[in-house]
Each structure stands twice: as structure tokens, then as C-alpha cells.
């Protein structure tokens, strides 16, 4: 008996989080990838997107913060309230793109939130190297 309660007790913690990794999933296509595609783009695509790929985002939020939840504060501050004072985009990045809009009419800060520590938990890809080789 107490291995079933052990094992229905595990099987419901994983199924939560995997729901609720679905569920930040979701919003991030919904509210985020518009604009901020999730693969590299192509040579093509580099000519018509409008903001950086999440994987060079990230890579660059890991990059200023040593923990999770110092980036997942970050990122929920930052794209509520975008400032160039708190940009960590490299400069010719914020050129070319300019400054990210605040999202704050369109997504709380407890979306915001999940989308941030599923973006921490997931990007970038572990063989990232980066994208812009400098140029941007």
C-alpha cells in the first residue's frame, strides 16, 4: 500500500509539472514568439525578424545572472517596464531592433513569471554557440 501512495504521489508531482511546463509553453507562443522565434533563424529570416531569437536572449540573460531566479526577476521586470538602462542587448542588437515594447497590457505578471522560468529551464539549447558571430 505504501508503495502505491509513493508511486500515485510521484506520478502526480510529474504530471503537474509537466502541465504546468505546457501551460508557460503556451504562453510564450501565445504572448512571445511572434516575435522572439525559437530556433535560429535562417539567412533569409534574418532579414525580416524583429527581434532576436529567445536562444540568444537567454543565452545572454545566463549570461549577467549566476541563478534562476535572479534571471526569471530579470526577465518579468524587463518586459514589463523595458528600459535601455536595464537592456543587457548587445548595442548593435538594440540598433538594429530597437527597444523591446512593454508587454504589461498584454500578459500578468504571474504569466509572466511561468513563461520566464520555462525559458530559464529550456534556452538556450545546450549546444548553442551563438548566432551572431560578433557582427550583431
Same mark, same amino acid.
Given at each position: 500500500?505504501?508503495?502505491?501512495? =509513493? +508511486?500515485?504521489?510521484?506520478?502526480?508531482?510529474?504530471? +503537474?509539472?509537466?502541465?504546468?511546463?505546457?501551460?508557460?509553453? &503556451?504562453? #510564450? /507562443? %501565445?504572448? @512571445?514568439?511572434? @516575435?522572439?522565434?525559437?530556433? *535560429?533563424p535562417?539567412? *533569409? %529570416?534574418?532579414?525580416? =525578424?524583429?527581434?532576436? &531569437?529567445?536562444?540568444?536572449?537567454?543565452r545572454?540573460?545566463?549570461?549577467?545572472?549566476?541563478?534562476?531566479?535572479?534571471?526569471?526577476?530579470? =526577465?518579468?521586470? !524587463?518586459?514589463?517596464?523595458?528600459?535601455?538602462?536595464? /537592456?543587457? @542587448?548587445?548595442?548593435?542588437?538594440?540598433?538594429?531592433?530597437?527597444?523591446?515594447?512593454?508587454?504589461?497590457?498584454? =500578459?500578468?505578471?504571474?504569466?509572466?513569471?511561468?513563461? &520566464?522560468? !520555462?525559458? !530559464? &529551464?529550456? #534556452?538556450?539549447?545546450?549546444?548553442?554557440?551563438?548566432?551572431?558571430?560578433?557582427?550583431?
Open positions: 500500500m505504501k508503495k502505491i501512495l =509513493i +508511486s500515485t504521489t510521484l506520478l502526480l508531482v510529474l504530471n +503537474s509539472t509537466l502541465l504546468a511546463e505546457d501551460s508557460a509553453k &503556451a504562453l #510564450f /507562443s %501565445q504572448k @512571445c514568439e511572434s @516575435c522572439h522565434m525559437t530556433t *535560429k535562417t539567412q *533569409k %529570416q534574418l532579414t525580416t =525578424i524583429v527581434a532576436p &531569437a529567445i536562444m540568444g536572449v537567454m545572454h540573460v545566463k549570461k549577467e545572472f549566476s541563478t534562476q531566479k535572479d534571471a526569471v526577476k530579470f =526577465i518579468v521586470d !524587463y518586459v514589463l517596464k523595458p528600459s535601455r538602462e536595464k /537592456s543587457i @542587448c548587445m548595442p548593435k542588437k538594440l540598433e538594429k531592433f530597437g527597444l523591446m515594447p512593454s508587454l504589461k497590457d498584454s =500578459i500578468t505578471k504571474e504569466e509572466l513569471q511561468q513563461v &520566464a522560468e !520555462y525559458l !530559464y &529551464a529550456n #534556452f538556450p539549447p545546450k549546444n548553442f554557440r551563438g548566432m551572431g558571430r560578433g557582427r550583431l
